[in-house]
């Protein structure tokens, strides 16, 4: 059974920085993509970032050159580096290995 497991989420000022970590079981994760989404109060789940097994990155529109995705495959580890938070990056943030959804840590940014 795969496990994704997400923890580095909590409250932090805006402005701050903040680094999100995945670690996913299976050694099918090594060669798949793995993503965050969030999901902000009353709103969609929305595509933060992605990286593919070779390291291709891709960004949403709102977090571009703020926020940085990075993986490690001897570890099937995926982090998330959050720079100049804004009160609008609150929510819950989730991981993706491959197809597995991960339980979703909470981020809170104060103003």
């Given at each position: 059974?795969?496990?994704?497991?997400?923890?580095?989420?909590?409250?932090?000022?805006?402005?701050?920085?903040?680094?999100?970590?995945?670690?996913?079981?299976?050694?099918?994760?090594?060669?798949?993509?793995?993503?965050?989404?969030?999901?902000?109060?009353?709103?969609?789940?929305?595509?933060?970032?992605?990286?593919?097994?070779?390291?291709?990155?891709?960004?949403?529109?709102?977090?571009?050159?703020?926020?940085?995705?990075?993986?490690?495959?001897?570890?099937?580890?995926?982090?998330l580096q959050m720079?100049?938070?804004?009160?609008?990056?609150?929510?819950?943030?989730?991981?993706?290995?491959?197809?597995?959804?991960?339980?979703?840590?909470?981020?809170?940014?104060?103003?």
């Amino acid at each position: 059974q795969v496990r994704v497991v997400e923890s580095g989420g909590g409250l932090v000022q805006a402005g701050g920085s903040l680094t999100l970590s995945c670690a996913a079981s299976g050694s099918f994760v090594r060669n798949s993509p793995m993503a965050w989404f969030r999901q902000a109060p009353g709103e969609q789940r929305e595509l933060v970032a992605l990286i593919t097994g070779g390291g291709v990155t891709n960004y949403g529109d709102s977090v571009k050159g703020r926020f940085t995705i990075s993986r490690d495959g001897a570890k099937n580890a995926v982090y998330l580096q959050m720079k100049n938070r804004e009160p609008e990056d609150t929510g819950i943030y989730y991981c993706v290995a491959a197809r597995y959804w991960g339980q979703g840590t909470q981020v809170t940014v104060s103003s």
